[in-house]
T-cell receptor
């Protein structure tokens, strides 16, 4: 079952603006990851944040995690047209030792030049 | 870095035929691989976990006789869509974790299946 729920479902911004996407999940996790997918292509791993971390940065990406609210946000600063893609959060299961990831529904980001 | 490949990238077949999709880990061994299905403009749905040396584990609602999975070696898993129908048309993606955690899971580029 899909655990993560991203919002908004679609986001359209101008180049140079910041883009914020949110993800909520339902069960306890070990970590949460964000992935990017260009249309019709595979997934590219962007960033992983562990359950004991609150914020993480990677280049123009900033991810926050609030385990009390079971939510995460992905901020892309100074967006570029090349950032146009769908972004998904994915969570693992805290218990059971499973390596399975559960993906959210994704946010389709369009950055207009 | 680690790379996972899929072959073919695109396949078009007639209804009733079977299609085999390969997923390979190119520079690491993977005792487990995952197969996902993605419909247009939707998220990835986990179909099954492929286990080297044992049977695949299917998610609820996925027909094991329809989607045959064989984890032939530590670097190869295959998904065979048997007696394909137009409703099986989808984007199929595999992934392989490096090690035992989900920290470093690598995704293939996907296979676009179109059943006429």
């Amino acid at each position: 079952s899909q655990q993560g729920e991203e919002d908004p479902q679609a986001l359209s911004i101008q180049e140079g603006e910041n883009a914020t996407m949110n993800c909520s999940y339902k069960t306890s996790i070990n970590n949460l990851q964000w992935y990017r997918q260009n249309s019709g292509r595979g997934l590219v791993h962007l960033i992983l944040i562990r359950s004991n971390e609150r914020e993480k940065h990677s280049g123009r990406l900033r991810v926050t995690l609030d385990t009390s609210k079971k939510s995460s946000s992905l901020l892309i600063t100074a967006s570029r047209a090349a950032d146009t893609a769908s972004y998904f959060c994915a969570t693992d299961a805290e218990k059971g030792g499973s390596e399975k990831l559960v993906f959210g529904k994704g946010t389709k980001l369009t950055v207009n030049p | 870095g680690a790379v996972v490949s899929q072959h073919p990238s695109r396949v078009i077949c007639k209804s009733g035929t079977s299609v085999k999709i390969e997923c390979r880990s190119l520079d690491f061994q993977a005792t487990t691989m995952f197969w996902y299905r993605q419909f247009p403009k939707q998220s990835l749905m986990l179909m099954a976990t492929s286990n080297e040396g044992s049977k695949a584990t299917y998610e609820q609602g996925v027909e094991k006789d329809k989607f045959l999975i064989n984890h032939a070696s530590l670097t190869l898993s295959t998904l065979t869509v048997t007696s394909a129908h137009p409703e099986d048309s989808s984007f199929y993606i595999c992934s392989a974790p490096r090690g035992r955690s989900t920290d470093t899971q690598y995704f293939g580029p996907g296979t676009r299946l179109t059943v006429l």
